[in-house]
């Protein structure tokens, strides 16, 4: 059986050139925290990476701190800012990402913190009128607002989010896990004060990411136990992870152009496909507008019933791994909150994310349509 895989914003296949990075530090088993050379050689490991991050996306090495990836990187940026920075209220928006939202809820739920989810529209756009409102009123606050949104690729005008944080001195974090290596990123102009990656959803390893923290932002550790970090991530160090974050994050700049040119020629024949062959499917957000959304998403908008109900099951049949929604919550069956939270009207749908990486093809499209033709039993013109 075909085996097509559309699911790179759920997580990549690793680049041969990441596996080989992560195996040769394989070799360097020792502890970075001790003082003896076989430990230094891991730590040299490590520093080299988070130079080689730092010169990226134009930040000092010491603003950057490895993580356990997204979700952990986005949770310590909260957390922290509430304990460490007198934060007491965060402004967010019902579409980010549950490593957010979660711990939005928990401050609110346990810690007194006062949570404002933005209004979105049927599109998924944060009402900025309102956050400009709101950053007026004297309250020390978190701003916490994806640069993209992982289910439906809209991308956030954050230079404007920022500047109106800025202006009213509140913090700004930003989820950044659907944009590091996809998008340029310049830190020292973005008014931004925390942001985050995840290795794995540039063919990186799973469990190394980051958190970007403003040299001017003083928290402390999250996690408690050790020094390492500069005492703000005790633990161990996962040495292998951060080559292959390195590697991965060294890769999707160097070849930002050329793949980003070949996945949004990837993404704008699904459109046109989908258009021209299923007019009854829609694109959620702003999925379809190659300026306002990621290369990489295309989420799909179909009509429910029994045919689509069973979509990504009989498209797994079919050897297509595509998701509803999102994949970041294991296991789960929950409709997506994303969607629901667009969905104004209460319509009937079904959502289906496509989502693209440079080993994708038009061929894998074409079987995609074909199968989906087949699942809704209908004929393609020229099939
Ligand atoms: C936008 C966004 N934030 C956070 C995460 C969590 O990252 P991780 O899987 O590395 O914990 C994901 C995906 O999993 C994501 O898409």
Redesign the pocket.
């Known amino acids: 059986m075909k085996s097509v895989y559309f699911d790179s914003?759920a997580t990549t296949a690793i680049d041969p050139e990441v596996k080989e990075a992560m195996i040769a530090a394989m070799d360097s088993y020792g502890n970075p925290s001790s003082t003896h050379n076989i430990g230094r050689k891991s730590k040299i490991i490590i520093e080299r990476v988070r130079k080689g991050i730092a010169q990226q996306l134009n930040c000092q090495p010491g603003e950057i701190f490895f993580t356990s990836?997204?979700?952990e990187a986005?949770n310590m940026a909260i957390l922290c800012a509430v304990r460490d920075l007198g934060v007491t209220r965060i402004i967010s928006s019902p579409i980010e990402?549950h490593?957010v939202g979660h711990t939005a809820e928990f401050l609110r739920d346990h810690n007194n913190v006062e949570l404002i989810y933005l209004e979105v529209d049927e599109l998924g756009q944060p009402d900025l009128d309102q956050l400009e409102s709101l950053l007026k009123e004297d309250t020390p606050t978190l701003v916490s607002l994806?640069h993209a949104n992982?289910e439906l690729g809209n991308i956030l005008d954050i230079e404007r989010v920022g500047a109106m944080c800025r202006e009213n001195n509140a913090w700004f974090h930003s989820?950044t896990?659907?944009t590091v290596g996809h998008r340029p990123i310049d830190l020292e102009t973005l008014p931004v004060d925390f942001i985050t990656c995840?290795a794995?959803k540039i063919h990186g390893p799973k469990g190394a990411?980051f958190l970007y923290v403003r040299s001017s932002v003083k928290i402390h550790s999250m996690i408690m136990g050790g020094g390492q970090e500069r005492s703000m991530r005790a633990g161990t160090e996962n040495i292998i992870g951060i080559a292959g974050l390195g590697k991965a994050i060294e890769l999707a700049y160097k070849n930002l152009d050329h793949d980003r040119a070949y996945m949004l020629d990837l993404k704008k024949y699904a459109v046109e496909r989908v258009q021209k062959d299923f007019p009854f499917i829609s694109f959620n957000g702003l999925s379809a507008d190659p300026e306002k959304s990621l290369f990489t998403v295309l989420s799909l908008r179909l009509p429910k019933n029994d045919k689509t109900d069973l979509i990504l099951f009989s498209l797994d049949m079919k050897g297509i791994g595509v998701s509803g929604g999102s994949a970041?919550n294991s296991g789960s069956s929950k409709g997506s909150h994303v969607i629901e939270a667009i969905n104004k009207n209460n319509e009937s749908l079904v959502s289906l994310r496509l989502s693209f990486s440079k080993y994708n093809t038009k061929e894998e499209l074409d079987y995609f349509f074909e199968c989906l033709a087949q699942i809704l039993e209908m004929e393609l013109e020229n099939a």
Do not use: P
Request: aromatic share 0%; glycine share 18%; net charge negative.
């Open positions: 914003a990836g997204g979700t986005d990402h490593a994806m992982n989820d896990v659907q995840a794995h990411g970041c």
